[in-house]
């Protein structure tokens, strides 16, 4: 039983100094694979996820149609997050809650298992995983690099490493995303906080205060 313990003492801090951090930036391509029956048209559309880190705090701007670029602010230490939208001339900070959002990923209907296989991405050694989507009956393999946190990234949290190539459903349908560059860097603080302009505001009072005006706005007159 000591033997055994020592063991994985032995393991856990062979991944701890393994991985190192991580200062700098991320960037994703994402492209729709597998649309779904409505959104047919979405076939081979592709945007870019962008991710800042001073390995505290990250920094995800994504690209979208109708919000433009949408930036999502996560404290990985204190587990608070922000996500910063403009709507109606207004600057929201919504606060999200963490614990809810990484339950949600795990209760999504999913396996993950090891597989035998590995690749290179940028110069980093990834391990192979198969993903199995038990609600669409798909199955897609996934490559994780072992010398990277997964931290930094919140998809798949049963893996350690840092997902490198991947694939999520999304209401366009089967998305892959690749990371296309690493660039380590000392970065602004500036990027990682929540401008001053922006209310701060949890998500159950935006939808009262956005979308509770909006309805009242758009209702007939009696």
Known sequence: MKLCLFFLILCINFLFFAQKPFIGKLEYKATVMLPDSVNKVAEGKS???KIFTNDTIARVETETDQL?????????????????????GKKFAIQTNETKANDSLVDRGYTVKKKFGSKKILGLKCKKYLISDNNNKIEYSCYFAK????????????VPFLAAE?????????????????????????????????????????????????????????
């Open 68 to 88: 433009g670029v949408q930036v999502y602010i996560r404290n990985m230490g204190l587990k608070k997050a922000y996500l910063l939208l403009q709507l109606d």
């Open 47 to 49: 945007w870019s996820v």
């Open 147 to 158: 010398k990277m946190s997964n931290k930094y990234l919140q998809v798949y949290p049963e």
């Open 166 to 222: 991947y694939f999520l459903p999304s209401q366009d349908g089967l998305v892959h995303y690749e990371l296309i560059s690493i660039k380590r860097e000392e970065l602004s603080r500036d990027l990682f906080g929540v401008p001053s302009d922006f209310q701060k505001i949890s998500f159950e009072e935006f939808i009262r205060t956005y979308y509770g005006n909006n309805d009242s706005n758009n209702s007939p007159e009696k």
